[in-house]
């Protein structure tokens, strides 16, 4: 495809690149395996459900979300990484895990993978509370990023949240979901440790591998400390694997983490 594709990236005010979200970290890392040529654009929560919505004509837009040089939009990372396999044949399919060009993959190969990726999309990759903890446990500190009087107020009502949804969120238990947090990684460190210096899409990195990555990512930009707590410490397979993302694609990923302030 000719042309740049603007990547809109999730922002927690006005100016920052503070990029901590998961969902938009997978679309980040499809673009780079598919070597698409992107501009980074910063967008708040707010510019979502003002600018963006208004130029994309779709109401519920929401990061992360890509334009075309037509000035088409997609948004949702699954769906992107959709678009990504069919757009560009000529790179590695993101769903085999074969290192294959996306043109040489058999579809039911290439359907087995979505799935799987799907599956742990919905799972893992997921902030549903009911069975996810990335998003509460490391929210108060996602909380100290959110700048500007507006974005506060919306990040922080109801609307957002639900029904002193905030208040709840700060008040959790830290320290049972730094437990459950480091039961959900014993899965991933077991499949590592069964398939020796492989990934989890297969023998080269693919869509389930950045829904996993991008969960870490949103860790590791809010707290390093107690992401290698909860991640990195958990075996040396998962450390390797951790590694080997944060290093592919010229060490993109390790850029972005070593360029972030800390937060107090």
């Not at 979300?65 to 757009?87: C, N």
């Not at 590592?192 to 949103?218: C, K, M, N, S, W």
């Not at 958990?234 to 850029?255: P, R, S, V």
Request: net charge negative; glycine share 8%.
């Amino acid at each position: 495809m000719d042309g740049v594709i603007k990547f809109y990236e999730l922002a927690p005010s006005t100016g920052s690149t503070h990029y901590f979200s998961p969902n938009t970290w997978k679309t980040r890392m499809g673009l780079l395996h598919k070597g698409v040529k992107f501009e980074t654009i910063p967008a708040t929560l707010l510019d979502f459900r003002g600018d963006l919505a208004r130029r994309s004509n779709q109401p519920k837009i929401s990061a992360p979300a890509i334009e075309l040089p037509d000035g088409t939009f997609i948004y949702d990372s699954f769906r992107i990484a959709e678009w990504l396999e069919t757009a560009y044949p000529n790179a590695p399919s993101l769903f085999t895990g074969d290192g294959k060009l996306s043109s040489e993959a058999r579809p039911e190969h290439v359907t087995i993978g979505k799935n799987y990726a799907r599956l742990i999309d919905l799972g893992l990759g997921a902030s549903k509370p009911e069975w996810a903890v990335w998003f509460d446990l490391f929210f108060p500190q996602l909380d100290k990023l959110i700048a500007g009087d507006d974005h506060r107020a919306y990040f922080i009502s109801d609307v957002r949240h639900g029904p002193q949804g905030y208040q709840k969120l700060m008040a959790l238990d830290r320290q049972e979901y730094i437990r459950r947090a480091k039961m959900n990684i014993q899965p991933l460190v077991q499949v590592l440790r069964e398939r020796p210096h492989e990934y989890f899409q297969g023998t080269h990195p693919g869509q389930v591998d950045y829904v996993i990555f991008g969960r870490y990512a949103y860790c590791r930009t809010l707290d390093a400390t107690l992401t290698k707590e909860i991640w990195n410490d958990q075996g040396e397979e998962l450390n390797d694997w951790i590694e080997k993302l944060c290093q592919a694609y010229d060490g993109h990923a390790q850029k972005i983490f070593d360029s972030l302030p800390v937060i107090e």
